[in-house]
């Protein structure tokens, strides 16, 4: 089963789903010294060209608190793509998520209060095949909109992060029908 999802996250790694959608989702990737961290970063500057390009009408950035952190991922990816010149009314943030299950969970209740059917999923392509299942099993309508490039760049860096990914997506196949740790959804 493993090796099965290392070679399914692999090739969906390589397809790019994007088209014109309602919102982008963007998986938070963490902070560091108040800044989003570099792979963060590549997702946001991903997902505010999105925006520029008219495919999103809005941007939905997800991520909580980071140990020790007085603001949290989310908060901190606000105030950057508002630097890049995205309007506050396009920005919706969730801050409550620590887990990528928990970013889907939680982005989704904003879509359901802006009644928005369908968004982008915005991350690192060895990321998508679990971002994407997590999502349909949410029933979100989604299609992956991978950076065009990683902050993984060495053989070894990628192959460290298929693994993991490998690992999670076999462990979420697995305990799909589990309750989130944290159930209880925001408001």
């Not at 901190?76 to 010149?85: F, N």
């Not at 679990?130 to 029933?139: C, F, N, P, S």
């Not at 990628?158 to 925001?186: D, K, M, W």
Request: some cysteine; overall charge neutral; glycine content about 6%.
């Amino acid at each position: 089963m493993f090796t099965w999802n290392a070679v399914a996250i692999y090739q969906f790694s390589l397809e790019d789903e994007t088209r014109p959608t309602d919102c982008a989702i963007v998986a938070g990737a963490g902070v560091d010294g108040g800044r989003p961290s570099p792979v963060f970063e590549a997702r946001l500057d991903h997902a505010i060209w999105l925006y520029q390009q008219g495919l999103v009408r809005a941007l939905v950035l997800t991520g909580g608190y980071s140990a020790g952190a007085s603001a949290s991922d989310a908060a901190i990816a606000r105030q950057y793509v508002l630097g890049k010149g995205v309007p506050a009314r396009a920005i919706f943030i969730e801050e409550h998520s620590t887990i990528t299950r928990e970013n889907i969970r939680y982005a989704k209740q904003i879509l359901l209060r802006q009644r928005w059917h369908t968004a982008l999923l915005v991350s690192d392509p060895l990321h998508m095949r679990r971002l994407k299942t997590l999502a349909e099993d949410d029933g979100i309508e989604s299609w992956s909109s991978p950076t065009s490039s990683t902050r993984y760049q060495t053989w070894l860096a990628q192959a460290r992060f298929l693994l993991r990914e490998s690992f999670y997506y076999s462990g979420y196949l697995i305990l799909r029908h589990t309750p989130v740790q944290n159930n209880s959804i925001p408001e």
